[in-house]
């Protein structure tokens, strides 16, 4: 079975097209002020950030308004599945300098169906695929956007800036983010990256004393380099040679192949890990490590939001949890109250079975319609 997925993956692989997707660059837009013009902000006018998004939902339009407003990227590229690309494009209007991508159509050759086409039994069990695909896309882009900014920011589409990030050191060093709390998957993510590259895997700081699970790189949100990735994939395609050889598989197929064997070992590809393992042991003079500070899924706001079946955040709940937390990152997963959890009831379904917006005030509404693919 896995030398027949190998080979349709070849064939699926030499059938994309070359090049990637044009760049358009707008003017800036001045943005208001948020929390009254509370919280520093930041000036990335040289960056474009990447959001990778499974489903917008109702906090999206303020995820990208704070985003704009705190840390003044310059364009803010929101990669969806198809189902939500009309839905992306209202926000625009609104916010001019988002950019709507369907995420089939960004790497060339790689589509969410190919992905599940080959995916084992395992990866499809544990509703990897879509996962796998948004960590190719944050990494990918750098090798087939064009126009996309020589360095840019990728951000996970459930962050909510409260305050500007520093990304920067001095203007000389690229700051490296550290979430030192630990994850409990820490310890496949440093396994699945010794057998992607061949090296070993280097955490950002030592491990806390007494802790099996150590600090690692994954913050949902990274300054990325394109030409870093152009030679971390090329050591990534070396290191897999065999498949390349044999079957003219690069990156993303070559790493996704070794996913579907791996995954029964609990080992998993960690884009923020990848990236920061692979700068702090190759240009270590040129990072500097920064310690992350974020709430994740208040308890607070989880409780009121499952007593009033309400999930979306209004301005004036963040703004006022802002105050109290002083945590310049509020990671706030509706997605996962909304479709994995059901507890969501402030949204509607259409007639016909699609994604809608309301043009008033863009606030999604949703549908559970199978064509919306729920990702992880």
Not at 45 to 61: K, L, R, S
Not at 172 to 186: A, P, Q
Request: with cysteine.
């Amino acid at each position: 079975a896995m030398a027949a997925r190998i080979v349709l993956l070849a064939l699926l692989a030499a059938s994309g097209k070359a090049g990637g997707r044009e760049a358009s660059h707008a003017p800036r837009a001045s943005d208001d002020g948020t929390c009254g013009g509370s919280g520093e902000r930041m000036q990335y006018g040289d960056v474009d950030a990447v959001i990778p998004a499974g489903h917008i939902v109702c906090t999206t339009p303020m995820i990208l308004r704070r985003l704009r407003h705190y840390m003044g990227v310059r364009l803010i590229y929101l990669i969806t599945p198809a189902a939500y690309v009309s839905m992306c494009r209202s926000i625009a209007r609104s916010q001019p300098y988002v950019r709507c991508l369907d995420q089939d159509d960004v790497l060339p050759g790689v589509t969410y169906a190919k992905l599940e086409a080959l995916a084992s039994v395992e990866m499809l069990a544990k509703r990897r695929v879509g996962w796998y695909l948004q960590q190719f896309l944050k990494l990918g882009v750098a090798l087939s956007l064009d126009g996309l900014s020589t360095t840019y920011l990728v951000w996970d589409s459930d962050n909510l800036a409260l305050s500007g990030l520093r990304l920067r050191h001095n203007g000389t060093h690229t700051g490296l983010c550290v979430n030192d709390k630990g994850t409990s998957t820490w310890g496949g993510y440093r396994k699945f990256y010794n057998l992607m590259t061949g090296l070993e895997w280097k955490a950002p700081v030592p491990p806390r004393f007494g802790l099996k699970r150590g600090p690692n790189y994954v913050c949902g949100y990274m300054l990325v380099e394109r030409a870093i990735v152009r030679d971390l994939t090329a050591h990534i395609n070396s290191h897999l040679s065999s498949l390349a050889s044999m079957h003219g598989l690069s990156f993303p197929w070559n790493v996704y192949m070794l996913a579907n064997e791996q995954i029964g070992r609990k080992l998993y590809m960690s884009e923020y890990d990848t990236y920061g393992s692979w700068v702090h042991t190759r240009q270590p003079d040129r990072v500097i490590m920064l310690r992350l500070g974020y709430e994740r899924n208040p308890r607070e706001l989880v409780d009121r939001a499952r007593r009033s079946k309400a999930c979306c955040l209004s301005e004036e709940t963040v703004c006022s949890f802002r105050e109290k937390s002083r945590v310049p990152l509020l990671i706030w997963e509706e997605h996962k109250l909304r479709h994995r959890d059901k507890q969501c009831a402030d949204n509607a379904t259409s007639s016909a079975g699609r994604p809608t917006m309301n043009s008033s005030q863009y606030v999604p509404v949703l549908t559970t319609s199978s064509s919306v693919r729920h990702m992880p």
